[in-house]
Nanobody
Framework: HVQLVESGGGLVQPGESLRLSCAAS????????IGWFLQAPGKEREGLLC????????DSPESIYGRFTVSRDNSKTTVYLQMNNLKPEDTAVYYC?????????????????WGQGTQVTVSS
């Protein structure tokens, strides 16, 4: 049973940074990818970055280029989303999701497990 636990969200001021963590357990395959998604109020969930073969999704917003990065600690089966120079429009609930059996980064409809989400609020 795959479980994902996100942490690291919170309230920050514009221009500050946050690092979100996604700790995965129960993945039996050595080949897996963790994707990061966000969902703003009233909007659909959209892809941000992925730890697999392709970092960006086809619908990754251009606003994250140069500000958000993804990294992976294989020893801890943890994937991080580093977010720098945060802006009020980054305010959303951030989710991680796991796809295993390959290191492909599928669309949001093809992940086998999702975390509970962590709120990120950027406000002065």
């Amino acid at each position: 049973h795959v479980q994902l636990v996100e942490s690291g969200g919170g309230l920050v001021q514009p221009g500050e940074s946050l690092r979100l963590s996604c700790a995965a357990s129960g993945i039996s395959s050595d080949y897996y990818a963790i994707g990061w998604f966000l969902q703003a109020p009233g909007k659909e969930r959209e892809g941000l970055l992925c730890s697999g073969k392709t970092r960006y999704y086809s619908d990754s917003p251009e606003s994250i280029y140069g500000r958000f990065t993804v990294s992976r600690d294989n020893s801890k089966t943890t994937v991080y989303l580093q977010m720098n120079n945060l802006k009020p429009e980054d305010t959303a609930v951030y989710y991680c999701a796991a796809h295993w059996g390959s290191q492909a980064c599928p669309t949001k409809y093809n992940y086998g497990a999702w975390g509970q989400g962590t709120q990120v609020t950027v406000s002065s």
